[in-house]
Structure formats: structure tokens, C-alpha cells
């Protein structure tokens, strides 16, 4: 799909795209991009969606990519116009990583 863009382990965190980071509460606070976003992939899988429009970038990634995958599939089903996933997920991440728990998901 064209939507569908795998973006290398370096990427710059644009201020434009909100990262998603689909892993568990207890994942996101070992330690995850600036800024994410933590929504849980089960979360996704019961349809509620973070509350961002529909055609902003999103970049969404977890520790291996497989949930991320998941993820940024059922978004594009439900109408996301620009999502696409971190390459191998966080742990192929050579940018920083911050443990607040500001963006956590409740």
C-alpha cells in the first residue's frame, strides 16, 4: 500500500507525526521514543483509536514489529491516511529513549 513506509531505525523524530508505541504500560515505561504516544495494541484491537486526526502522519512501532504491524494495519482499515512503522520495531532504535510517563496510556 502506499500509505505503508518502513522507516529505518535512525529516523528523525519528526514534530509532525505522532509516534505510537503499541507495546504494554509496563513496556513504555522501560523506555520509549520522546514524545510517543503509548496506546496498548489491545487497544487497537477493541477499535478505540488515539485522538488524532485521521490524516496526520502516524508512526507506529513496539519492540519486535510484529504488533506494530497489526496495529498500523487495522488504523489504514479504519480510515488513517498516513501511517506506516519503525523497521524490526524499538529494538533495532539507535535514537534516544525517555522513561516519563506523560503520554501514558490510562
Known amino acids: ?7 529505518g531505525p ?14 504494554t504500560p509496563d513496556e513504555w515505561s522501560g523506555g ?7 496506546w496498548p495494541i489491545e487497544l487497537i484491537d477493541n477499535e478505540s483509536w488515539p485522538v488524532v486526526s485521521k490524516s ?3 508512526r507506529v512501532y513496539c519492540a519486535t514489529g510484529l504488533r506494530s504491524a ?6 489504514r482499515s479504519a480510515g488513517f491516511e498516513c501511517v506506516d512503522t519503525l523497521e524490526l520495531g ?14 501514558l496510556a490510562r
Do not use: F, Y
Open 56 to 58: 496526520q502522519p502516524i
Open 70 to 75: 497489526r496495529a498500523a494495519a487495522r488504523m
Open 90 to 103: 524499538l529494538r533495532q532504535w539507535t535514537g534516544p529513549l525517555v522513561t516519563d510517563t506523560q503520554n
Open 32 to 38: 520509549h521514543i520522546p514524545q510517543a504516544l503509548n
Open 10 to 23: 535512525s529516523a528523525v523524530v519528526s514534530s509532525d507525526a505522532v509516534w505510537l508505541d503499541v507495546r
Open 1 to 7: 500500500p502506499k500509505n505503508e513506509i518502513q522507516i
